[in-house]
């Protein structure tokens, strides 16, 4: 695994050392990097009944009462809810993201997830399901097959599974039965934001629309508010197509180190620098051992057999090493120290956290 991961970082090093002069004089264009104060998207979420489950329902009686109602609803007169088979239908819960500017009629991909004890949504069908903003308004109307991705089979207590089929997705699968209302910026003026705060970038796309567009100052680290022009007050897309495509040069990527615990994978930024610091790493591994044992009385002795544990405990400890680290260290000394003492990926996490909590370290560490 050490070998992997010293693979990845030298991968990460020669593609920072050997990038041609012409692509770190590339731009970007506006658009790639920010998005329009206001035009968002919304969740939306409504409880349902998937039915038609050959026998992987649930069998919660909130379901059967579900159920009932739903039946009563349709005109169908049913005297309890137990009448109702179990396992032939789930509750669920509906939701689905709203993309900006959506509109009455236009279909959207929803998401349907369990809520009690179905195995599986297997072949199951939703019946039309409500789907609500926060505020209680009813948004759009979901219904139709669920496609859950996999299998699920299940056979005298053994189970086999090819993915997770508690959670399906109809696409396309719900109506939109209103339009989403975005008002694009104010009376004079619309705000840009940058996806990641960085201060010279916004200060440099404020500079970029002010010589090409119209004026515009930053007003944070990450958002760029414009004046709208007179001609474009009455067509306020044609003035945002201008501005998602004003190019702008990229500034150099923060010093940053991206640690997955899940994994072990380390990836280290080129940007990342040392202070002065030094380095130990050493192993003591502690090993329980436990024996049982019997104590057996004499012949013709009063007594009885008696069972007890007899354990053992060593103790190995692995010499330390020492690696001392000069000021101003890069990548390639940060990875040739962590080498040398033979420092597995695992290890190498801690050795990370502790070289930024000591200050010596930097570069953001983000844990993932």
Request: glycine share 8%; net charge neutral.
């Amino acid at each position: 695994m050490m070998k992997k991961l010293l693979a990845i970082i030298s991968i990460v090093m020669m593609m920072t050392v050997f990038i041609p002069t012409d692509v770190m004089a590339a731009s970007v264009k506006v658009g790639d990097i920010t998005h329009v104060k206001g035009v968002r998207n919304n969740q939306i979420v409504g409880y349902g009944v998937v039915v038609g489950l050959p026998g992987t329902g649930d069998n919660s009686r909130s379901t059967q009462m579900t159920n009932k109602m739903m039946l009563m609803n349709l005109g169908t007169v049913i005297e309890q809810e137990n009448y109702i088979q179990k396992g032939s239908s789930a509750a669920v819960i509906v939701t689905a993201t709203v993309p900006p500017f959506a509109k009455n009629g236009d279909e959207i991909d929803v998401t349907v997830s369990t809520m009690a004890d179905a195995k599986s949504l297997e072949g199951g069908v939703l019946v039309q399901t409500i789907l609500k903003a926060p505020n209680g308004e009813a948004v759009a109307v979901a219904q139709g097959p669920i496609s859950v991705g996999g299998v699920t089979a299940r056979s005298g207590g053994s189970m086999k599974r090819t993915a997770i089929t508690s959670t399906g997705r109809i696409p396309g699968g719900a109506i939109m039965e209103r339009d989403i209302d975005t008002v694009i910026g104010d009376e004079s003026t619309v705000t840009l934001s940058l996806d990641h705060s960085d201060y010279t970038m916004i200060s440099r796309i404020a500079n970029a629309i002010s010589n090409s567009v119209a004026p515009a100052k930053a007003i944070d680290g990450s958002s760029v508010q414009v004046q709208i022009p007179a001609a474009y007050q009455e067509n306020r897309i044609a003035f945002l197509a201008r501005l998602e495509n004003v190019p702008v040069m990229p500034t150099s990527e923060r010093a940053k180190v991206v640690i997955n615990e899940r994994t072990g994978t380390v990836v280290i930024g080129s940007q990342v620098k040392l202070l002065p610091a030094a380095v130990a790493h050493g192993n003591i591994t502690v090993t329980v051992t436990t024996e049982n044992e019997v104590s057996q009385p004499n012949t013709f002795a009063q007594g009885s057999t008696v069972g007890f544990e007899n354990s053992t405990i060593g103790v190995e400890k692995e010499p330390g090493s020492l690696v001392k680290l000069g000021a101003n260290s890069n990548l390639n000394d940060l990875v040739n120290a962590l080498n040398s003492i033979g420092v597995p990926p695992f290890d190498m996490i801690s050795i990370l956290q502790a070289l930024k909590k000591a200050g010596s370290l930097q570069a953001d560490l983000q844990i993932i």
